[in-house]
């Protein structure tokens, strides 16, 4: 049997990948998640923030250490709207706070009436009067994102709380919009003050009553739908959100009975400003890195599920390899290091370039990959990396395009800074020595480029502690080799 007729073609995105948990369930960033007192989870984009999110959206206690889960995706987040919650009596980096408060707080006690009512439980007074505010302001006993930001909370005329027993609800009559709230300081501040006032309600009723249950709130896609010109506001709101996650984590009265998770990507949070940032980054982050080994294990496991009983593969260390017909490519390099070396060690970049090795595989006697197809496959998956590095970057640093082109006009691999820094001035007009340095650090930082260790050519992606010497020669990524049109500078270079 020939190992297209068994062996699929994969989805790279986590949200099509119906199969995800059988592949990342293994990853120890998920066991700290659910176990440990770690709060922020970082990865750079590709390396399975989302396939993360998404096994925890797709588990139950059982299997998450006994949280419940609420998984809060901001791919469509109307951010300008969540600027009218904004405390205009806070500083800029706690302004922001209590409308993220306001949100969890809604989401949490929606989870935990839920699980109560899902097990039989009889609802108290405060959680009845709770359930009924929550179903009357959003019109739903679970809000969505959107429901909890365009809610009928302007209208509330009073708030009565728990302590006064369920009474009706009196709501003023009509329609308010937010852009109607946005352009009247006096709907304005009923917004807040009904808001925030619900949130003090909420929040006690949901600490007196969440009793042993556990709920882990994750929020992905935060770096989504921004608007050009206002990412220096949303980092501000981002600030804020970290502040609150902070708090949570540290509330004894919640003692780990409430935790929320934002999935970031690392170089939005290393471009935020605030105290304690890299204290922060020890004490409470997960930072998602992978190695040749559990990239091996991550795609074996798919070769695992899909390999018929009567196909036999061979014995290679090179669990992944195995699919090849041969143990070795060029310079003596098994396949499966083959192919992370021309990756940024992403299970993004694995799964593409195998996708494109499936995609030129013709038939043969062996019914495996063969080596040309491997080498074919590479000038395919450069075309895709490159697509990649400019999606990724293209809102944060729209001079990536520029950039990539400047070490195409190189024209070879293998440069030196002078030779940067000329092409640099051919491509940004009065481009300053600053700004140049400043680029080429940040092609260094994301792997773009990378430098000789030990007589070896390496990049940030697989050797973490690698440092910049601009002194030293560098060496574009083999991954972006073909669609740069690259050629080797000296044929005796190791790749």
């Known amino acids: 049997m020939d190992i297209k007729d068994w062996l699929p073609e994969f989805q790279v995105s986590a949200e099509t990948d119906r199969d995800l948990q059988t592949y990342f369930f293994k990853l120890p960033a998920i066991k700290d998640i659910i176990e440990s007192r770690a709060w922020l989870v970082l990865g750079r984009k590709g390396t399975g923030k989302t396939a993360i999110y998404e096994h925890l959206r797709r588990g139950n206690p059982a299997n998450l250490n006994g949280f419940n889960s609420v998984c809060l995706n901001f791919s469509d987040y109307p951010w300008p709207a969540h600027q009218l919650y904004k405390d205009a009596m806070a500083g800029e980096l706690s302004a922001y706070q209590k409308s993220w408060m306001y949100l969890f707080y809604i989401k949490a006690l929606s989870k935990l009436i839920e699980i109560k009512n899902i097990k039989?439980?009889?609802?108290?007074?405060?959680?009845?009067?709770?359930?009924?505010?929550?179903?009357?302001?959003?019109?739903?006993?679970?809000?969505?994102?959107?429901?909890?930001?365009?809610?009928?909370?302007?209208?509330?005329k009073t708030i009565k709380g728990p302590s006064a027993g369920i009474e009706e609800i009196s709501l003023d009559v009509g329609e308010v919009s937010l852009e109607e709230i946005a352009e009247n300081a006096q709907l304005k501040q009923k917004l807040r003050a009904n808001a925030f006032t619900l949130l003090v309600h909420f929040e006690k009723v949901f600490k007196d009553n969440v009793g042993d249950n556990k709920i882990i709130i994750a929020l992905d896609q935060l770096d989504e739908n921004w608007l050009e010109g206002q990412i220096e506001e949303y980092s501000k709101v981002l600030i804020n959100l970290l502040n609150v996650c902070r708090n949570i984590s540290s509330d004894e009265n919640l003692s780990d009975k409430l935790k929320v998770i934002p999935f970031l990507r690392t170089d939005i949070y290393h471009s935020l400003?605030?105290?304690?940032?890299?204290?922060?980054?020890?004490?409470?982050?997960?930072?998602?890195?992978?190695?040749?080994?559990?990239?091996?294990?991550?795609?074996?496991?798919?070769?695992?599920?899909?390999?018929?009983?009567?196909?036999?593969?061979?014995?290679?260390?090179?669990?992944?390899?195995?699919?090849?017909?041969?143990?070795?490519?060029?310079?003596?390099?098994?396949?499966?290091?083959?192919?992370?070396?021309?990756?940024?060690?992403?299970?993004?970049d694995v799964i593409v370039y195998f996708n494109k090795i499936r995609a030129c595989h013709n038939k043969n006697t062996s019914g495996l990959y063969t080596s040309n197809e491997l080498y074919e496959a590479d000038r395919e998956a450069s075309i895709s990396v490159y697509n990649e590095v400019i999606d990724e970057w293209s809102n944060q640093f729209p001079e990536i395009e520029?950039?990539?082109?400047?070490?195409?006009?190189?024209?070879?691999?293998?440069?030196?800074?002078?030779?940067?820094?000329?092409?640099?001035?051919?491509?940004?007009?009065?481009?300053?020595?600053?700004?140049?340095?400043?680029?080429?650090?940040?092609?260094?930082?994301?792997?773009?480029?990378?430098?000789?260790?030990?007589?070896?050519?390496?990049?940030?992606?697989?050797?973490?502690?690698?440092?910049?010497?601009?002194?030293?020669?560098?060496?574009?990524?083999?991954?972006?080799?073909?669609?740069?049109?690259?050629?080797?500078?000296?044929?005796?270079?190791?790749?």
């Not at 680029?439 to 260790?453: A, R």
């Open 273 to 348: 400003k605030f105290n304690d940032k890299n204290k922060l980054l020890q004490d409470s982050a997960i930072v998602i890195s992978w190695d040749e080994n559990n990239l091996n294990d991550m795609y074996y496991e798919r070769i695992k599920k899909y390999k018929p009983n009567e196909v036999v593969l061979g014995d290679e260390k090179d669990k992944s390899g195995k699919v090849f017909e041969v143990s070795f490519v060029r310079q003596g390099t098994p396949p499966f290091k083959y192919i992370c070396r021309r990756s940024f060690f992403r299970p993004r």
């Open 120 to 156: 039989k439980e009889q609802l108290n007074k405060d959680l009845k009067w709770a359930d009924k505010y929550i179903k009357t302001i959003f019109g739903s006993p679970d809000p969505t994102l959107r429901e909890v930001l365009f809610s009928k909370v302007t209208r509330l």
């Open 402 to 495: 520029n950039l990539l082109t400047v070490l195409q006009t190189i024209q070879v691999e293998t440069f030196d800074y002078n030779d940067f820094s000329d092409k640099c001035r051919d491509e940004f007009s009065g481009i300053t020595d600053g700004v140049i340095r400043q680029y080429i650090n940040f092609l260094f930082d994301n792997s773009l480029i990378g430098q000789k260790k030990q007589g070896r050519w390496e990049y940030v992606s697989s050797m973490h502690n690698l440092k910049i010497n601009i002194q030293n020669e560098f060496r574009t990524h083999h991954a972006l080799k073909y669609r740069l049109h690259l050629i080797e500078s000296r044929p005796s270079q190791n790749i």
